[in-house]
């Protein structure tokens, strides 16, 4: 029942209204409250995904002087190295040993590891082809097998050929070779049977003999009976310069009641020369002063002193 107020003359709301009205204005409240809840929510989510930029280097208060890009990297956590296992690290060193042997076995196989050229000085009565055979020295031979094994091809060319006295190889370039020989030089011939065989300066006989007698300016020996009278007469005739010695075409061992050593020796300029075999060398060599004495051929005899007769005077 709706009562009025005395006084106002105004309507009173009944209980019920009241009620009412107090449970819609809680219901409005709490709606409120809700709304601002969840907005204050979203906004820290939204701040807690959206990403951080422009974040300006902090400062410490004890510290005036701003941080650096500088300052900033040395701060930055370097990256930790990653650590080969064992097995991996094994099949490292396999590569590396297999890619090595493969450089080393390209380089063997290739034409720079080969000899291309030997150049040969100190020839005098022996050709290239018959040092470089005495040697065992071929074209494309490996250039590291001969720097190790030039030692023993040096004593073997002495032992192959006796006209080899000595002999050094040196390298020029990885693939050129230099080969310097000292020869036993050839000095004559000496018939044995129906052969004749070539005489070295050393006193050594060839075994290689020949049924005519080689086309050279060499003398022939001859009439020598036994082989240490003519390696001494070998070894004097030896010292002698090549142009002498050619000009010799006999040398015959001679000895008399006077000089048991005589030797006579005939030129290839006609003249005739008597001299001693145990100092054929010292007096040999001034025979071509002593042959320009004579206006006509004649003998030169160096046996003790020297002088000059021409053929025909006493």
């Known amino acids: 029942m709706v009562e009025k107020d005395k006084h106002t003359n105004q309507?009173?709301?009944?209980?019920?209204?009241?009620?009412?009205?107090l449970?819609?204005?809680?219901?409005?409240?709490?709606?409120?409250a809700g709304k601002s809840v969840s907005k204050a929510t979203r906004k820290k989510v939204q701040a807690k995904q959206q990403p951080k930029t422009n974040i300006k280097p902090k400062v410490a208060k004890d510290d005036p002087t701003p941080v650096t890009a500088e300052r900033q990297a040395v701060n930055v956590r370097t990256p930790k190295k990653r650590v080969l296992f064992k097995?991996?690290?094994?099949?490292?060193?396999?590569?590396?040993?297999?890619?090595?042997?493969?450089?080393?076995?390209?380089?063997?196989l290739s034409p720079a590891s080969k000899v291309h050229s030997y150049?040969?000085?100190?020839?005098?009565?022996?050709?290239?082809?018959?040092?470089?055979?005495?040697?065992?020295?071929?074209?494309?031979?490996?250039?590291?097998?001969?720097?190790?094994?030039?030692?023993y091809l040096e004593k073997q060319a002495e032992k192959?050929?006796?006209?080899?006295?000595s002999l050094k190889i040196d390298f020029v370039s990885p693939t050129k070779a230099k080969v310097t020989v000292v020869e036993n030089v050839k000095v004559g011939y000496v018939q044995d049977g129906t052969k004749y065989f070539g005489l070295l300066s050393d006193g050594t006989k060839l075994t290689n003999g020949t049924t005519k007698l080689?086309?050279?300016?060499?003398?022939?020996?001859?009439?020598?009976?036994?082989?240490?009278?003519?390696?001494?007469?070998?070894?004097?005739?030896?010292?002698l310069k090549p142009a002498i010695r050619h000009s010799v075409s006999e040398v015959i061992w001679s000895p008399n009641d006077q000089n048991s050593q005589r030797l006579m020796i005939f030129m290839q300029d006609g003249n005739e020369v008597l001299a001693n075999a145990d100092d054929l060398a010292s007096k040999l060599k001034y025979y071509p002063a002593m042959a320009a004495q004579l206006?006509?051929?004649?003998?030169?005899?160096?046996?003790?002193?020297?002088?000059?007769?021409?053929?025909?005077?006493q």
């Not at 449970?23 to 409120?32: H, I, M």
């Not at 040969?120 to 001969?146: H, R, Y």
């Not at 192959?160 to 006295?165: E, L, P």
């Open 11 to 21: 309507t009173k709301p009944s209980s019920a209204e009241l009620a009412a009205r």
């Open 160 to 165: 192959n050929n006796a006209q080899v006295k």
């Open 214 to 239: 080689p086309n050279t300016a060499l003398p022939v020996f001859e009439n020598f009976k036994s082989e240490s009278e003519l390696k001494l007469v070998l070894k004097q005739f030896g010292k």
């Open 87 to 108: 097995h991996e690290r094994r099949a490292l060193v396999w590569v590396l040993i297999l890619g090595a042997l493969a450089i080393i076995l390209g380089y063997f």
């Open 119 to 151: 150049t040969v000085n100190g020839l005098e009565d022996m050709s290239k082809s018959e040092v470089l055979k005495a040697a065992g020295l071929e074209k494309n031979q490996s250039s590291w097998l001969l720097l190790v094994e030039r030692g």
């Open 23 to 32: 449970a819609k204005l809680t219901e409005s409240e709490s709606s409120s």
């Open 295 to 313: 206006s006509t051929n004649g003998t030169v005899d160096l046996q003790q002193g020297a002088f000059a007769i021409p053929y025909g005077s």
